[in-house]
């Protein structure tokens, strides 16, 4: 199996939970865009019905009207029943890191919403701790003065190495990359654990230059894991 095929699996099965009539939250990423696809071949064969999308990024919603999902937004409905979505990182207590693929803002505007927030990862996913993949932990901050806001986020972690980095675009990579939003995005890279991630959220949230980061702290409710040895359902 590749690891496209263990986001297929996983996803499939987080479909299984959509149920007609319901409001869903729809993920950005290479694995939710498994789901949404299931979603609109679902509603194509007239086996789910009424469903209204809210999708997390321009991306997805370009793929959920190509597929004829209705979409709305959270103006229109505040409470979502149920949101899938991918992770880049997944601890033992179900903490999330999200946002490489830079959709963080409104993912967590769209999965803070939500009864229920249903996260599909393949296994290369799970870590013992949060920012142990030694991948990027994002940050959305806004443009003006940006390594002023980097530099108190890269000294906010200094005990745990961390480095920030701005993300940007294309080969030479001398473009930053924009979210969604109009912000740039500071990848945070640790080399040891951050303990406490409630405090470390409240200490970079301080930050007047930051919008929003890519720890998702106690908001998935259940995660699917799709391993070469099978499915693995943990519920919080
Ligand atoms: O950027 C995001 O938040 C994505 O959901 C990411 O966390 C997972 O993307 P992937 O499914 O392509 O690995």
Redesign the pocket.
Same mark, same amino acid.
């Given at each position: 199996l590749t690891q496209d095929d263990l986001?297929k699996i996983a996803a499939y099965k987080a479909v299984e939970y959509v149920e007609s009539g319901m409001v869903l939250g729809l993920?950005?990423? /290479?694995? @939710?865009k498994h789901a949404v696809d299931r979603i609109g071949e679902l509603l194509r064969q007239g086996k789910l019905k009424d469903i209204v999308g809210i999708p997390t990024s321009t991306k997805t919603h370009e793929q959920a009207l190509s597929l004829g999902i209705p979409l709305s937004d959270l103006d229109s409905h505040p409470v979502v029943d149920l949101a899938i !979505? +991918? @992770? !880049?990182e997944v601890d033992p207590y179900l903490n999330l890191v999200? +946002?490489?693929?830079? /959709?963080?803002l409104r993912?967590k505007m769209v999965e803070g919403a939500c009864k229920k927030f249903v996260v599909i990862v393949d296994e290369s996913k799970l870590v013992n701790y949060i920012g142990g993949s030694g991948l990027a932990m994002p940050v959305e901050v806004i443009q003006f003065c940006w390594k002023f806001t980097a530099s108190r986020l890269q000294k906010l972690f200094e005990e745990s190495g961390c480095v920030a980095k701005l993300r940007t675009l294309g080969e030479k990579g001398d473009e930053p990359y924009v979210t969604d939003n109009g912000n740039f995005i500071i990848d945070l890279y640790f080399k040891q654990s951050i303990g406490d991630l409630k405090a470390a959220s409240d200490s970079i949230l301080q930050i007047a230059g930051v919008v929003e980061h890519g720890m998702f702290i106690d908001m998935a409710t259940t995660v699917i894991v799709a391993g070469e040895l099978g499915l693995t359902v943990k519920d919080k």
């Amino acid at each position: 199996l590749t690891q496209d095929d263990l986001k297929k699996i996983a996803a499939y099965k987080a479909v299984e939970y959509v149920e007609s009539g319901m409001v869903l939250g729809l993920g950005t990423g /290479s694995t @939710a865009k498994h789901a949404v696809d299931r979603i609109g071949e679902l509603l194509r064969q007239g086996k789910l019905k009424d469903i209204v999308g809210i999708p997390t990024s321009t991306k997805t919603h370009e793929q959920a009207l190509s597929l004829g999902i209705p979409l709305s937004d959270l103006d229109s409905h505040p409470v979502v029943d149920l949101a899938i !979505d +991918g @992770a !880049d990182e997944v601890d033992p207590y179900l903490n999330l890191v999200k +946002g490489r693929g830079g /959709s963080l803002l409104r993912e967590k505007m769209v999965e803070g919403a939500c009864k229920k927030f249903v996260v599909i990862v393949d296994e290369s996913k799970l870590v013992n701790y949060i920012g142990g993949s030694g991948l990027a932990m994002p940050v959305e901050v806004i443009q003006f003065c940006w390594k002023f806001t980097a530099s108190r986020l890269q000294k906010l972690f200094e005990e745990s190495g961390c480095v920030a980095k701005l993300r940007t675009l294309g080969e030479k990579g001398d473009e930053p990359y924009v979210t969604d939003n109009g912000n740039f995005i500071i990848d945070l890279y640790f080399k040891q654990s951050i303990g406490d991630l409630k405090a470390a959220s409240d200490s970079i949230l301080q930050i007047a230059g930051v919008v929003e980061h890519g720890m998702f702290i106690d908001m998935a409710t259940t995660v699917i894991v799709a391993g070469e040895l099978g499915l693995t359902v943990k519920d919080k």
